[in-house]
């Protein structure tokens, strides 16, 4: 039977986006609500404190006015901090995003790979103990970037960004002790396999990107499996924390993504 409740995705902003995608394309008639804490943004710059104080209370308010069937943090920071308190704090099911390490270190020939995240999320003990489970042959380099996560803030708002913005951030990870070597970088925010394309352009060598996306999505669709989904695609809507100049510029590609209509919580 036909069942209109949406999957509620979560973000910062807009890079949830890249969780979306890959989701959609698994479950093409899944009612959608997308929504971005854009009050609150950056999440990457906040400290733990604030992040674990706050996406509990807000997965909560969307929660109650959405009624979704599933909810998806589709944001690094928030889920390496906040997951455990949302998930003990919601009775329904939580996927949250990590860093994709283990992936990456199947992939590693030079048995060096790269961490990309925000500076909240680089720091954090769990990504540490997906390095040392997943990749204890292979040096793992991070480095937080919040320039980043403003770029693709951009560029999804259509304002174009140089290609020395992007050389700045690469560099920023390559340019480290053992970075000379790295042949795997993980895009560790769901902002930058949004502007993925515009790194590996700048990337001075050959640089595979890889990210959570394609994972999740799955781990998605096996959570609902057998559940009825409506015979056609519906409009998905796009709900942020506050609705100003900047959010409305994002209409056109929230669209692209089947996000139609844009409203404040």
Same mark, same amino acid.
């Given at each position: 039977?036909?069942?209109? @409740?949406? +999957?509620?995705?979560?973000?910062?902003?807009?890079?949830?986006?890249?969780?979306?995608?890959?989701?959609?394309?698994?479950? &093409?008639?899944?009612?959608?609500?997308?929504?971005?804490?854009?009050?609150?943004? &950056?999440?990457?710059?906040?400290?733990?404190?604030?992040?674990?104080? #706050?996406? &509990?209370?807000?997965?909560? %308010?969307?929660?109650?006015?959405? #009624?979704? %069937?599933?909810?998806?943090?589709? *944001?690094?920071?928030?889920?390496?901090?906040?997951? !455990?308190?949302? @998930?003990?704090?919601?009775?329904? &099911?939580?996927?949250?995003?990590?860093?994709?390490?283990? $992936?990456?270190?199947?992939?590693?020939?030079?048995?060096? +790979?790269?961490?990309?995240?925000?500076?909240?999320?680089?720091?954090?003990?769990?990504?540490?103990?997906?390095? #040392? @489970?997943?990749?204890?042959? *292979?040096?793992?380099?991070?480095? /937080?970037?919040? =320039?980043?996560?403003?770029?693709?803030? !951009?560029?999804?708002?259509?304002? #174009?960004?140089?290609?020395?913005?992007?050389?700045?951030?690469?560099?920023?990870?390559?340019?480290?002790?053992?970075?000379?070597?790295?042949?795997?970088?993980?895009?560790? *925010?769901?902002?930058?396999?949004?502007?993925?394309?515009?790194?590996?352009?700048?990337?001075?060598?050959?640089?595979?990107?890889?990210?959570?996306?394609? /994972?999740?999505?799955?781990?998605?669709?096996?959570?609902?499996?057998?559940?009825?989904? $409506?015979?056609?695609?519906?409009?998905?809507?796009? +709900?942020?924390?506050?609705?100003?100049?900047? =959010? %409305?510029?994002?209409?056109?590609?929230?669209?692209?993504?089947?996000?139609?209509?844009?409203?404040?919580?």
């Amino acid at each position: 039977m036909s069942d209109a @409740r949406p +999957i509620l995705f979560f973000d910062s902003g807009v890079g949830g986006l890249s969780v979306l995608a890959p989701t959609r394309a698994l479950l &093409p008639t899944a009612p959608i609500v997308y929504a971005a804490d854009n009050a609150g943004f &950056p999440y990457g710059t906040k400290t733990e404190v604030e992040i674990a104080a #706050r996406v &509990p209370a807000l997965l909560g %308010r969307l929660v109650e006015r959405v #009624r979704p %069937r599933l909810v998806v943090i589709a *944001c690094n920071t928030a889920s390496t901090i906040a997951l !455990a308190a949302v @998930r003990d704090g919601l009775d329904l &099911p939580v996927v949250g995003t990590v860093p994709a390490i283990k $992936p990456a270190a199947g992939m590693s020939v030079t048995r060096a +790979i790269g961490v990309l995240g925000t500076e909240a999320t680089v720091r954090q003990p769990y990504v540490d103990d997906l390095a #040392r @489970r997943f990749a204890a042959d *292979c040096t793992v380099v991070r480095h /937080g970037s919040a =320039a980043l996560v403003a770029l693709a803030e !951009a560029e999804l708002a259509g304002e #174009r960004q140089p290609d020395a913005a992007y050389a700045e951030v690469l560099a920023g990870l390559l340019g480290q002790p053992g970075g000379e070597v790295i042949d795997v970088v993980v895009n560790a *925010c769901t902002h930058f396999p949004l502007v993925a394309d515009r790194l590996a352009a700048v990337a001075p060598r050959p640089l595979t990107f890889v990210d959570g996306g394609p /994972g999740i999505a799955r781990r998605i669709a096996f959570l609902t499996e057998g559940q009825g989904w $409506p015979d056609a695609p519906v409009p998905g809507r796009a +709900i942020f924390t506050r609705l100003d100049e900047h =959010a %409305r510029a994002l209409a056109p590609a929230l669209a692209r993504y089947g996000l139609e209509t844009i409203e404040a919580l």
